[in-house]
């Protein structure tokens, strides 16, 4: 095969000899150069497929240091050509990293040899480069295409963990509020008989005394018990009603300017209604409490309805409960204190929880719902609810909300 060689050689006699063996034996020479400088310089326009390089060169540039910038440059393989084989030339030499080398006087044949193996190893390491960047080419897409198909399957599997979770949530909430209605259910269906039982007896009553031309007073006596039954029902309704509302997605807060001494006046009255009680009410509301506030009207009611009907429920030996109300920060805070049988410490821990009711309360009735109202009614308004207690001292529970309710998802 014919090459395109590019001599360099100092010595002008040499020069044209290797040029006229080169082209005896079919190879084209490209040019000649003297020195370093000059070779390289020539190296921009030309292109030969080697380059024959003489070691000892004149100028700043030997050989060795002009082979290494043209390898590196272009990437021209380079055949060594020199007189000298001590040790030391041989170590540059090799430190160099040749392409070949022959010594001088050169030898046609010998030349001839050492080019055509010096461009056959040549162009096999640059087919095996070339065979290394494909393969790493191929390496790295499929790596690419790999780490995606990873990355798919890890969001896929991502997808049904989350699924599975979805699902062992909705399973596990549905079976949650099937046992809670199934409590429900259990324990209203208990608190009703009381009441009912009192109003079929309070019926009775009023038709043996109409027989019996009873005065009107005796009448009213049982008719009055009869309102404050179905009052008893009816709250035991609300508030089951409530707990199962608030569990929905289509629960609206519905916050209005609102007066807090009303709302503390008003519940009172409400409750007055449905129960007996000989309790007085100690009202104290800070000078610092705005005449309105932003807020759900209603749920502040039901609240602080159960916290009223706890506190004479649980203090009947006392005859007072004590709302206070202040302005702290951005907040109100909204006290309920009784005087009764007071709250276990070993109580504390589940007193919100749905149906607890503290070990104390021996026959009195309730729900255990109640309690539970007051900290999801917080939770909506983006507040909260604190109790602290001495037992056989009374009960302080403490509503903190902000004065103007600011929507936040609570779903």
């Known amino acids: 095969m014919s090459f395109r060689i590019f001599i360099t050689e100092d010595d002008k006699v040499t020069a044209l000899f290797i040029s006229q063996t080169l082209k005896k034996v079919g ?83 010998q030349l001839y040899t050492t080019i055509e193996t010096t461009m056959h190893r040549y162009r096999l390491v640059e087919q095996l480069k070339v065979l290394n960047e494909q393969l790493e080419d191929k390496v790295d897409e499929r790596t690419k295409e790999l780490a995606k198909n990873n990355r798919l399957l890890q969001a896929e599997v991502e997808r049904r963990r989350a699924v599975e979770t979805n699902l062992k949530q909705s399973l596990a909430k549905e079976k949650e509020l099937n046992e809670l209605k199934t ?17 079929l007896s309070s019926a009775q009553l009023i038709d043996y005394h109409i027989k019996k031309n009873a005065p009107p007073d005796k009448l009213t006596h049982h008719t009055s018990t009869i309102a404050r039954s179905v009052k008893s029902l009816t709250a035991i309704l609300n508030d089951t009603l409530f707990m199962t509302k608030t ?35 100690d009202l104290k509301v800070a000078d610092n409490v705005p005449e309105t506030i932003f807020q759900d009207e209603k749920l502040l009611k039901q609240a602080l309805l159960n916290l009223l009907t706890n506190a ?89 909300f902000p004065i103007n309710y600011t929507f936040h998802n609570p779903f």
């Open 27 to 109: 190879y084209e020479v490209e040019g000649i150069a003297y020195d370093g400088e000059s070779a390289i310089s020539q190296m921009e326009n030309l292109s030969p497929d080697l380059v024959l390089m003489d070691i000892s060169l004149p100028g700043e540039l030997d050989g060795i240091v002009t082979a290494e910038i043209i390898k590196k440059r272009y990437n021209i393989p380079v055949i060594y050509a020199t007189a000298s084989s001590d040790e030391e030339t041989l170590q540059r030499v090799l430190s160099s990293d040749p392409n070949g080398y022959v010594l001088k006087p050169i030898i046609p044949v």
């Open 183 to 199: 409590r429900i259910v259990s324990i209203v269906s208990h608190e009703f008989k009381t009441p009912l039982t009192t109003i």
């Open 247 to 281: 569990e929905s997605l289509d629960f609206q807060i519905e916050p209005k300017h609102c007066s807090i001494a009303n709302i503390i006046k008003d519940t009172w009255e409400d409750l007055k209604i449905g129960i007996v009680a000989h309790h007085k009410l």
């Open 312 to 400: 004479v429920k649980y203090s009947q030996q006392a005859d007072t409960v004590t709302v206070k109300a202040s302005h702290i920060d951005e907040n109100i805070q909204l006290s309920v204190t009784d005087y009764g049988m007071g709250i276990p410490k070993k109580d504390f821990k589940h007193l919100f929880e749905m149906f607890h009711r503290a070990s104390n309360v021996d026959n009195i009735e309730g729900t255990g719902i109640g309690l539970a109202i007051v900290k999801k009614t917080m939770y909506l308004l983006g507040g909260e609810v604190t109790c602290s207690s001495v037992e056989s001292e009374g009960a302080t529970f403490t509503l903190s």
